[in-house]
């Protein structure tokens, strides 16, 4: 893999343990409460979890009975969640992405080890669904855009993303991490084609087992600056869903079908 700095640095975040520190052994709680909306009823959606480190949600898809495609740069973090949950795999490079290819031997579970920039419609598209929980966010502001546009290109006519986003004043907090996503911005990135919608929000309801983990936990030297920086002190997470959309391709074909006011939710 072509090993990018910032691709590098959560590389490291992982080999040097820090990144246990935020596993949760269950399924996030937002992701059981909108299931409907964005899964609708399909037994087997073709699911995207970019960025997806070893997430309790990519093993809860999967056991589901859907078919999950993971993206992630940290081999540690694959292995990892292989290992968290006891499943055989193959490993295979897919020089398509200048990466590997880790696959459950029941076929499952696909996770891409590359940078999500090297990604490409031609490995694997047509996703039902995204679900973006800490990815987008953990991207910095320059590379909004591209990721916006590559998602673009790997999502079905109908599919629909659920993404997670950390709120906090901007103006106060501009270079803050993890991004704040508004509604806003999220239109300006994916444009005019794509609907989005907030559907929730509230506390990080992670927030209470993470905070016990990083003042008490192993590395709580380590964290104690994030602790106290305004990214943790953000005190709302806003869970928007990108409704039925159409799309045009990169060269401006147009694909699926436009969205109509009987299937946008109003909630
Ligand atoms: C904030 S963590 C979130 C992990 C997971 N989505 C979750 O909610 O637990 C961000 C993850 O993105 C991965 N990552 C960061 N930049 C990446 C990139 N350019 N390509 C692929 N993975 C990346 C990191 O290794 C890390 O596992």
Not at 70 to 75: M, N
Not at 124 to 153: C, P
Not at 235 to 257: N, P, Q
Request: glycine letters at 6%; hydrophobic letters at 35%.
């Amino acid at each position: 893999m072509a090993v990018s700095g910032r691709v590098a640095l959560w590389q490291q975040h992982w080999d040097s343990g820090s990144m246990a520190q935020f596993y949760v052994k269950k399924p996030h709680p937002k992701l059981q409460e909108h299931l409907d909306q964005y899964i609708r009823g399909k037994t087997k959606a073709k699911i995207l979890l970019p960025m997806c480190g070893n997430s309790f949600d990519i093993y809860n898809f999967g056991d589901m009975g859907h078919e999950v495609v993971g993206i992630e740069c940290s081999a540690l973090a694959i292995r990892s969640f292989y290992g968290k949950h006891n499943l055989s795999f193959t490993k295979e490079p897919c020089p398509d992405v200048q990466g590997t290819l880790y696959q459950s031997k029941d076929k499952t579970y696909k996770i891409y080890c590359c940078d999500f920039f090297d990604f490409k419609p031609s490995v694997e598209a047509n996703f039902d669904v995204i679900v973006d929980f800490g990815a987008m966010g953990a991207l910095t502001r320059g590379e909004l855009q591209s990721y916006a546009d590559l998602m673009k290109r790997l999502t079905a006519p109908d599919c629909r993303h659920i993404l997670e986003s950390f709120v906090y004043d901007v103006n106060k907090y501009p270079e803050s991490q993890p991004i704040c996503l508004t509604l806003e911005l999220l239109r300006q990135l994916f444009g005019h084609d794509y609907i989005v919608e907030k559907i929730d929000e509230g506390p990080d309801p992670y927030a209470d087992d993470m905070l016990h983990e990083l003042t008490n936990g192993k590395f709580a030297e380590e964290f104690k600056p994030v602790v106290l920086s305004p990214f943790s002190s953000a005190d709302r997470i806003t869970y928007v869903k990108f409704v039925d959309h159409y799309f045009l391709c990169g060269w401006g074909k147009e694909m699926g079908v436009k969205s109509s006011p009987s299937n946008v939710w109003n909630l």
